[in-house]
């Protein structure tokens, strides 16, 4: 079902972008501005959940999670990264796309842009992705029964060549629309699906997003569930799902974001097919590693309380534990080679974006 791109299709957003010109008029009120208040505390503590800042009292972990990747994937469009960021796209864009630029009001990064269709200006809400590869921004605006929809930034920042380049998904040339020049529209489904991955918390009245109770990121209790009863009883009350999980439930917990083996089709998982790289889980599942061994999961070489970085993941260690060279009922690599074994097994791979993945279909090439 899912495209490998997970993104909308080019004809898709075509259809989307006619849709859009034909409602302009209006949704011209959407682009006054959108105030969005972040979540206190107070409102992150309801419904079960406890106050995360709480969890560092007694788990180390809380110190080093503020740094991760999950931890920092949504953000208000306003914070001083994202506008420091979007800034520097004034003058970069593409030739096409002239007349596209960021202006700065009170703090909040406006598009400004001029079509065929006439000319306007887009305040955006929201900054996917923590920069450690990417950010995307968006804009949210409510439909005419109040569902909350979505617009894609054309533009996105990425890491890799520390400037912008056209959003994943998105065609080269943008259809001359009203907000052709913008990005690309997706209604409240697709809206939903983007912040049901990048966030904790976000409850749903209506088809309407209630970002003033939002607790962006990936955290705590995105994958330990609610705690304000653990908290209360001093850990007394716990969760034992990731010590009694078998290797495919623990997978498929990350997968929930990362991707299952079954939302892929089944004739795009190939070894050949260089972008599936970006869906860990769908790789390392066809692993001889995950199969034969029945232990194999995501913790086993990931920390997720740790930033990529600190966790030595480049290291052979992973792989020794059970390819050991001193254990003769062990498996050794059958090219004598004892070191370095991401290079050949495990590379990184180019999607079709300056994206790059580690391939965790381990494998002979
Ligand atoms: C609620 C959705 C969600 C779940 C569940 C989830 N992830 Fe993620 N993961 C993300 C998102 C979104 C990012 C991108 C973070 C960013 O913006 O840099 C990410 C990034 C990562 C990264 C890359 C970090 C980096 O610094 O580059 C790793 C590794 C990772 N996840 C592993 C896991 C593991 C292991 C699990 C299960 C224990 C898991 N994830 C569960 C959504 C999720
Ligand atoms: C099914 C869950 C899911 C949905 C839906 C989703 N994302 Fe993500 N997103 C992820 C995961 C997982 C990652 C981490 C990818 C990685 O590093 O392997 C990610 C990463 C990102 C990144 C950072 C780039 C990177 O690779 O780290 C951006 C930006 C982003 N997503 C934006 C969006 C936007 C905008 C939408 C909606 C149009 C969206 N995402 C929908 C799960 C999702
Ligand atoms: C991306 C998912 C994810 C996030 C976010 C996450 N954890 Fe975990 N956590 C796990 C997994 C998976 C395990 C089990 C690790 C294992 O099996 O090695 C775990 C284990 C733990 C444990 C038990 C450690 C042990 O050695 O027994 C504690 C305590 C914990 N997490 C606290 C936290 C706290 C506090 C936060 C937020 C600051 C947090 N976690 C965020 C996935 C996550
Ligand atoms: C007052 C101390 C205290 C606070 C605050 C606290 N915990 Fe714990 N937590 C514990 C104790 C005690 C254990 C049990 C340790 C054990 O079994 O070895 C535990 C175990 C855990 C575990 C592993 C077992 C399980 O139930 O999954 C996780 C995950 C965890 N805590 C998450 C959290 C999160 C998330 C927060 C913040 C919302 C938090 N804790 C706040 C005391 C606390
Ligand atoms: C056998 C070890 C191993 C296992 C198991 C593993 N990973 Fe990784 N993963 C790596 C290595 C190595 C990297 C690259 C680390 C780096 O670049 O610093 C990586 C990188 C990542 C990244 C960053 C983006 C990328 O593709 O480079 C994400 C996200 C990720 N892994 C998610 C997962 C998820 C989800 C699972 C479970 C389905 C998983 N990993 C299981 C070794 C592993
Ligand atoms: C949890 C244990 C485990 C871990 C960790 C692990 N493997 Fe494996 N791996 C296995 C088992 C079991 C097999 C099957 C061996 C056999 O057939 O005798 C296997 C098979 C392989 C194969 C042969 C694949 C094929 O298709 O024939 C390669 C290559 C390999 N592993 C490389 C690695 C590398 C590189 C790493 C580290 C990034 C790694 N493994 C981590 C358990 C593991
Ligand atoms: C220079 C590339 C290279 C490096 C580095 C490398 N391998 Fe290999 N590996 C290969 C090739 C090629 C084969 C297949 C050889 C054959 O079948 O004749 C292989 C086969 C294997 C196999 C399958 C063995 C079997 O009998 O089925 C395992 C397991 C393995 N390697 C593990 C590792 C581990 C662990 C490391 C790191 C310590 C590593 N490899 C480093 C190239 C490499």
């Known amino acids: 079902m899912a495209p490998l791109t997970g993104r909308m299709t080019t004809v898709g957003a075509a259809l989307m972008s006619v849709a859009l010109a034909v ?36 788990h180390s972990e809380a110190g080093t999670f503020r740094d991760t990747g999950h931890a920092n994937t949504l953000s208000t469009a306003r914070t001083g990264e994202s506008v420091e960021l979007l800034r520097t796209l004034n003058g970069a864009v593409a030739p096409q796309d002239e007349g596209t630029g960021i202006s700065i009001r009170r703090g909040k990064p406006f598009v400004t842009f001029d079509s065929p269709s006439g000319a306007g200006k887009l305040p955006l809400d929201w900054c996917f992705g923590s920069g450690r590869h990417a950010r995307t921004w968006v804009a949210t605006m409510a439909d005419s029964q109040g569902a909350t929809d979505l617009l894609e930034f054309r533009w996105s920042w990425y890491a890799s060549i520390d400037g912008f380049d056209i959003t994943p998904g998105q065609p080269d040339q943008h ?8 990005g690309v529209f997706y209604d409240h489904p697709k809206a939903r699906r983007c912040f049901a991955c990048h966030s904790t918390y976000l409850p749903i009245d209506d088809g309407r997003l209630r970002f003033e109770e939002i607790h962006p990121g990936v955290t705590c209790q995105r994958c330990h569930g609610p705690r ?47 972008l599936l790289a970006r ?55 059958a090219a004598g080679q004892q070191a370095d074994c991401l290079r050949c097994h495990m590379p990184r791979v180019q999607g079709d974006d300056p994206l790059r993945f580690t391939d965790h279909w381990i494998r002979v090439r």
């Not at 495919?248 to 190939?270: G, K, P, W, Y």
């Not at 309380?305 to 003769?328: A, N, T, Y």
Request: charged content about 25%.
């Open 23 to 58: 409602v302009v008029v209006g949704i011209r009120w959407l682009f006054a501005t959108y105030a969005v208040p972040l979540a206190a505390d107070q409102l992150r503590a309801s419904n079960g959940r406890a106050d995360e800042s709480r969890c560092i009292e007694c």
């Open 175 to 182: 259809f001359g629309t009203y907000l052709g020049p913008c």
């Open 228 to 274: 304000a009863d653990h908290v209360a009883s001093e850990g007394e009350i716990g969760d034992d799902f990731w010590q009694t999980a078998t290797a495919e439930e623990a997978v498929n917990r990350c997968a929930q974001c990362h991707r299952r083996a079954d939302e892929v089709e089944v004739d795009e998982i190939r070894a050949d097919n260089a």
């Open 279 to 333: 869906f860990q889980p769908v790789g390392l599942v066809q692993s001889a590693c995950f199969k034969a061994s029945g232990t194999l999961t995501c913790t086993t070489c990931h920390d997720p309380h740790r930033p990529l970085e600190m966790q030595d993941s480049l290291g052979k260690w992973q792989c020794v534990q059970c390819h050991d060279p001193s254990e003769p009922a062990h498996t050794l690599c």
